[in-house]
């Protein structure tokens, strides 16, 4: 990914922000009144307005520094979802077997993360390349594998190697467990901060969005 920060947005005020994942369908109606839908993206793509987490003059100073040092839309940045951040449910801890991430042949030693959604009509296979640092644990056929040992992960792009000679074998499960983070970016260059309203209680908004690898 070019012109890529590996830093984290404010955590504290991330925590606050508003937003979620966005698809685009085209839906076109017949003159009999039946529907027809289709996607032009395979994958969803996620927005927030980090506005609703800046509570104080100090978070907006915050939020104002790391907007001029990713010099608005040209460099993009780790965001915390603080709903989808994890392979596991909502407080329920990290577990080796969480995600499926693909089956061994013998000789394949890479594999990416990826976490699944739903699972009964049509599930989702969201990648994920930017996992948070030391939280990825492996299992092959359900037994955890030692990281740095077993396996090493680039924590730039989601990818796990297996060391030489530790390639899962022919039709083993693998399985992943991880916490994650999401490469965004501003989604503008100019960030309108109006001190009068801000202190009668008006947030500024601030427009984040998911960006590709």
């Given at each position: 990914?070019?012109?890529?920060?590996?830093i984290l947005f404010p955590?504290?005020?991330?925590?606050?922000?508003?937003?979620?994942?966005?698809?685009?369908?085209?839906?076109?109606?017949?003159?009999?009144?039946?529907?027809?839908?289709?996607?032009?993206?395979?994958?969803?793509?996620?927005?927030?307005?980090?506005?609703?987490?800046?509570?104080?003059?100090?978070?907006?100073?915050?939020?104002?520094?790391?907007?001029?040092?990713?010099?608005?839309?040209?460099?993009?940045?780790?965001?915390?979802?603080?709903?989808?951040?994890?392979?596991?449910?909502?407080?329920?801890?990290?577990?080796?077997?969480?995600?499926?991430?693909?089956?061994?042949?013998?000789?394949?030693?890479?594999?990416?993360?990826?976490?699944?959604?739903?699972?009964?009509?049509?599930?989702?296979?969201?990648?994920?390349?930017?996992?948070?640092?030391?939280?990825?644990?492996?299992?092959?056929?359900?037994?955890?594998?030692?990281?740095?040992?077993?396996?090493?992960?680039?924590?730039?792009?989601?990818?796990?190697?297996?060391?030489?000679?530790?390639?899962p074998p022919e039709g083993?499960?693998?399985?992943?467990?991880?916490?994650?983070?999401?490469?965004?970016?501003?989604?503008?260059?100019?960030?309108?901060?109006?001190?009068?309203?801000?202190?009668?209680?008006?947030?500024?908004?601030?427009?984040?969005?998911?960006?590709r690898p």
């Amino acid at each position: 990914m070019s012109a890529f920060h590996e830093i984290l947005f404010p955590l504290d005020i991330a925590l606050g922000a508003a937003g979620g994942p966005e698809r685009v369908t085209q839906v076109v109606t017949t003159a009999s009144g039946r529907e027809e839908r289709n996607t032009r993206l395979a994958d969803s793509r996620r927005r927030w307005d980090a506005g609703y987490g800046v509570k104080n003059l100090a978070a907006l100073s915050e939020v104002v520094a790391f907007f001029e040092e990713r010099r608005g839309r040209l460099y993009g940045f780790r965001w915390r979802d603080r709903l989808d951040h994890s392979s596991a449910p909502p407080a329920v801890q990290i577990s080796p077997r969480d995600q499926h991430i693909g089956h061994g042949d013998g000789a394949r030693r890479s594999f990416s993360l990826s976490k699944t959604y739903g699972g009964m009509h049509a599930p989702y296979v969201r990648p994920i390349s930017k996992p948070v640092q030391g939280s990825v644990r492996i299992a092959v056929e359900e037994v955890e594998q030692v990281a740095g040992t077993d396996f090493t992960v680039d924590y730039t792009t989601g990818t796990v190697l297996f060391a030489e000679e530790r390639a899962p074998p022919e039709g083993a499960m693998v399985t992943a467990g991880f916490m994650f983070d999401v490469p965004v970016r501003f989604d503008t260059d100019f960030l309108e901060v109006n001190l009068s309203a801000f202190a009668a209680g008006d947030i500024p908004r601030i427009p984040l969005i998911e960006i590709r690898p």
